[in-house]
């Protein structure tokens, strides 16, 4: 156990390290091909660091193991949008001063607020095919890749000022011009660390959770998602620190667009893609907290404090998932029902 928990922690650490690799490179990407800010977050940070939860999913199908998968698809979305975002609004109580942070956000709300609808959209789709059957099913997992698709061309096209008077190059410190070369090589660097510190994190939580007794759909949802959410976790912390919190926020809204279309994709082509009550409360939860910041967005009052309450979300899950667990509440028999409703 000790041994476990001392590499649990030197994977945390690699995964810290790379992902300032990562920050630091993939900003210099955008200002090399003239992208936005806005895309760099959430459309090219928020496909390097969806590796490790879509890797989770397209392995654990591959084998056959179909709670681990399907579990893994909706766990990522969860903790993004409960956590992640709690996260983002712990760091930003932290960093700003007291004045600030009783007062809205400076960031593009509007923006942010469409690609909420984006993942709305798209996310309550994937609960709705978690609750049917019928012939062909499985082929839906190729609309949402093309859904995703057209989400991230209009994210790429969208107007947005491109990053200037970046910190140096970590690999090239003293170049105040790094070439295409450097830029590319740091950033690859730093998505493999990434992805062997998340595969390893995972494997370890797995192993604890072995020794625990605990079901693999739980581990799927509660312990797999923390391990492999860290990368777009551990970005926004950093760029909340560096003042950059639209860059933060873009992040996990397009790592949760990411999220919601291709490993959910992979589970309803490889799987049966069908919901038992741990993830039907998953799914509502998770829509729940979006549906909230949605709300907060449209009135242009994002705050640090309505941050922090996307958290509540998750406990909401959790006291549910307890309730259930010591049957208090027969989630099994109403959600039972509401499949043969729909089926």
């Not at 990522?76 to 001063?97: E, H, R």
Request: charged share 10%; hydrophobic share 55%; glycine share 8%.
């Amino acid at each position: 156990m000790l041994w476990d928990f001392a590499v649990l922690l030197a994977a945390a650490g690699l995964i810290y390290i790379s992902c300032e690799l990562f920050v630091n490179g993939i900003e210099w990407v955008g200002k090399k091909f003239n992208i936005s800010q806005n895309a760099v977050g959430s459309v090219l940070a928020a496909l390097g660091t969806a590796l490790p939860e879509s890797s989770v999913t397209l392995m654990a199908v591959a084998f056959g193991v179909q709670d681990i998968g399907v579990g893994a698809a909706l766990g990522g979305p969860l903790i993004l949008s409960t956590v992640g975002y709690a996260v983002v609004g712990w760091c930003l109580f932290i960093y700003l001063k007291q004045q600030a942070r009783a007062t809205c956000l400076s960031i593009d709300s509007d923006k942010l607020a469409r690609n909420q609808v984006w993942f709305l959209v798209i996310f309550t789709f994937n609960i709705a095919l978690g609750l049917i059957a019928f012939p062909g099913k499985a082929y839906s997992g190729l609309l949402l890749i093309a859904a995703y698709a057209w989400y991230a061309v209009r994210e790429m096209q969208a107007e947005s000022s491109v990053a200037k008077n970046l910190a140096p190059l970590t690999f090239r410190p003293h170049e105040k011009d790094p070439s295409v070369y450097w830029v590319l090589l740091q950033t690859g660097l730093a998505l493999i660390l990434i992805f062997l510190g998340s595969q390893t994190f995972v494997h370890r939580l797995e192993g604890f959770s072995l020794t625990l007794g605990l079901p693999a759909h739980i581990v799927a949802l509660f312990l797999s998602p923390v391990a492999t959410e860290l990368p777009e976790t551990i970005n926004a912390v950093i760029w909340v620190r560096q003042g950059k919190i639209a860059l933060a926020l873009s992040n996990i809204s397009g790592s949760m667009m990411i999220q919601a279309a291709i490993p959910s994709a992979l589970g309803l082509l490889f799987t049966s893609w069908r919901f038992d009550q741990y993830l039907v409360m998953a799914g509502a939860v998770t829509w729940l907290s979006i549906f909230f910041l949605w709300l907060t967005l449209r009135r242009q009052h994002l705050c640090v404090s309505r941050l922090l309450f996307c958290g509540f979300f998750y406990l909401l899950f959790v006291a549910g998932t307890y309730a259930s667990a010591v049957h208090l509440v027969d989630y099994q028999s109403l959600s039972e029902r509401v499949l043969r409703f729909f089926a």
